[in-house]
């Protein structure tokens, strides 16, 4: 099962109708779920097994509606070991015990990313 947490925190199928509206692509020709997750905040969640989930975000990007709703379900994944990736100039990746322990992860990054960057910066000329 593969969801998408918008940047309102709302949970969605991947691949289905209403993501396509969210996003705006009516019937797109290329990998919406990546384009959402790179470029609009939200967060993919990927049951792998019944027993492993993957976790992915942009931390550049990732909205604060959509951890909110990462929050609010974590007992959704019960006992399974999680994998969270996320992307800085390539997709990293760390293995965590369990949901408590990602989640955690991944609001830490999502926080050092919106403290100590901006994502435009004047240079001088």
Not at 7 to 31: C, N, T
Request: with cysteine.
């Amino acid at each position: 099962m593969d969801f998408l947490i918008t940047a309102e925190g709302d949970w969605l199928e991947s691949g289905s109708k209403e993501v396509e509206i969210r996003v705006g692509y009516d019937d797109p020709d290329f990998d919406l779920t990546t384009f959402a997750v790179k470029n609009l905040g939200f967060i993919q969640v990927t049951w792998t097994t019944p027993t492993s989930v993957r976790v992915r975000f942009h931390p550049d990007q990732v909205a604060s509606g959509a951890l909110s709703g990462l929050k609010s379900r974590r007992e959704t994944f019960g006992n399974a070991k999680v994998e969270v990736s996320w992307l800085t100039r390539s997709w990293q990746t760390r293995h965590f015990q369990n949901a408590q322990q990602a989640i955690e992860h991944v609001d830490a990054l999502a926080t050092a990313v919106k403290i100590t960057s901006c994502r435009y910066r004047a240079t001088p000329l």
